[in-house]
């Protein structure tokens, strides 16, 4: 059984990212956790000090309870016989709450949605997705709010010239590709000039034996620039990024503000982490 966390703020676009990850995963049996992390500093210590103010907290939460049962609920009239669903109603900090529920559910894949946008009614969406991305060690699939559910078929995987195509987070990678019967695109971007891709090509022979894949190398182009051209040259579903220091995305949006972000996130991100 995959257990996973699928994040909301009660939001169309957590919702949206809700029914994708359950049609996604239609095939595999699953334990969905939906948590909602209540903002915290919402109240301090001082206001809670006061019972009028205690009260309006207790009426928050028992609130956001009842939000997160209805959706529950609901989910569980239109979701797969396979698929269970939990609540968590957490009162932290976002990373911290996240970071938690990792650790004592034992997650498998973090499921987030996006949308670019940095206000404060849909903070989660926007900059904490990215926190997530760049903080949290777990497999993250990221779905942005305009993308509606279909059949992935293509996956895109770029690499640069630092990426080690045998590592474990290429193979996680490569996993959910055959799961979902992908055809696997892997870009090799050498922005200083070409070096020897024999060793790639050998390795994918034997990795991707039960995987249709098509392997290019790109030299002298930035990698956002390489990567951005590719996706519109190919017929893309999906992206799957390896994250580390100086990773990838940090160089695919580098410099990038949160509304730039949101109009290059138009593909779902799988993206995967170093052990």
Known sequence: ??????????????????????????????????????????????????????????????????????????????????HTFETILEYNSFIEATHKIIEEKNIDLLVAGF?????????????????????INCNTLVVPEEVTFQQPKTMLIPLDAKDDIQSAAFAKILTVAKDQNMHVHV????????????????????????LNYTYHVIENVPLEHAKSCYVQLHDIDTIGLIVQKESVFERLFKHSSTTAISKTLKRPLLVVHPS
Do not use: P, W
């Open 1 to 82: 059984m995959k257990n996973i966390v699928i994040l909301t703020d009660f939001s169309t676009c957590s919702r949206n990212a809700i029914h994708y990850a359950i049609q996604f995963l239609k095939d595999k049996t699953c334990r969905f956790y939906v948590m909602h992390v209540h903002k915290s500093g919402s109240f301090t210590l001082d206001d809670l000090m006061s019972s009028a103010t205690a009260n309006v907290y207790e009426s928050v939460l028992k609130a956001e309870k009842e939000r997160l049962e209805k959706l529950k609920t609901e989910l569980e009239q239109t979701a797969f016989e396979q």
């Open 115 to 135: 949308n670019g946008v940095s206000n404060a009614a849909e903070i989660l969406f926007g900059s904490h997705t990215l926190s997530i991305i760049r903080r």
């Open 187 to 210: 870009l090799r971007v050498y922005e200083k000039g070409f070096t020897d891709n024999r060793y790639d090509e050998s390795f994918l022979v034997k990795a991707c034996k039960e």
